[in-house]
Nanobody, 124 residues
Framework: QVQLAESGGGLVQPGGTLRLSCAAS?????????MAWYRQAPGKQRELVAS???????RYGDPVEGRFTISRDNAKKTVDLQMNMLELEDTAVYYC?????????????????WGQGTQVTVSS
């Protein structure tokens, strides 16, 4: 079993800054091969915000390119999202996702796990 705990959401003014954090926990985590942040705004589909592979390859969604920064700490099993110059359109529930290999050798399996989501509201 893997659980993702998110923190850092809240209410900020346009132009403000928030830093989201997500930590994975579980007794049999063998490897985390990808970490990502998604968001879902009211009336819209869930969209990719940023992702980072274990090898360090990073992808950003177009609306946040240049404003958000994703980072990960493999030892701590965490992924952060630094959000700068927040806009009204950034208001959404932000979800952490990790691709995790679990189990003990030789019985391993890989699955995606999702956090419960954290609300980010940008309002003047």
């Amino acid at each position: 079993q893997v659980q993702l705990a998110e923190s850092g959401g809240g209410l900020v003014q346009p132009g403000g800054t928030l830093r989201l954090s997500c930590a994975a926990s579980g007794r049999n985590i063998f490897k985390i091969f990808a970490m990502a942040w998604y968001r879902q705004a009211p009336g819209k589909q869930r969209e990719l915000v940023a992702s980072m592979t274990a090898a360090g390859h990073i992808r950003y969604g177009d609306p946040v390119e240049g404003r958000f920064t994703i980072s990960r700490d493999n030892a701590k099993k965490t992924v952060d999202l630094q959000m700068n110059m927040l806009e009204l359109e950034d208001t959404a529930v932000y979800y952490c996702k990790m691709g995790v290999t679990t189990g003990t050798l030789p019985n391993l399996t890989s699955n995606d796990y999702w956090g419960q989501g954290t609300q980010v509201t940008v309002s003047s």
